[in-house]
């Protein structure tokens, strides 16, 4: 009975030195840390500002601020009454793909875009008040494969370049 108590006990010591050996990797795991020291702020949330003054001629100028601290990317488009509209951008840094007019350049942290020039056409139009209305839409600018992308599907522009 003796025998058959130390094979037990030499079995269990056996047993218990396997799980400690294998245990021994997730216990250093476990108890591993690391120290980190400083912070570095991460600024995830959008904000920007339209301007839109409309001049004597009912004539929109439109331009859009980055009042964030995230670089953007940036896209306009107007809403009217007819095809009576006229758009003029003098500096060359918008460009109109379908329906929308995209800012070419990334629009960094308290910057604001060239003016976008929203000329109504009135001699071919007809009489009643005008109302453009301008929708502004934005992205944080992401890089994928070393090139400016927009995520949403729907941005047809692709060729944005940093500021000079």
Known sequence: ?????????????LAVAIIFTTVKG???????YENAAG???????????????????????VTIANTGETP???RVRAFYK???????????????????????EVLQAGESTS???????????PEFNFDIVVIEESERV??????ITPKAADWLYKDYKEAE
């Open 1 to 13: 009975m003796r025998n058959k108590n130390i094979k037990l006990l030499a079995a269990c010591l």
């Open 26 to 32: 997730t216990l250093a795991y476990f108890s591993d």
């Open 39 to 61: 912070k570095k702020p991460v600024h995830l949330y959008i904000e920007t500002r339209i301007d839109e003054p409309v001049d004597t001629n009912d004539n929109k100028h």
């Open 72 to 74: 953007l990317i940036v």
């Open 82 to 104: 007819g095809d009576f509209v006229k758009y003029t951008d003098e500096e060359g840094k918008w460009t109109q793909l379908g329906d929308w007019w995209y800012y070419t």
């Open 115 to 125: 003016e976008l020039f929203i000329e109504i056409i009135k001699e071919n139009a």
């Open 142 to 147: 992401v890089y994928k494969d070393g090139k």
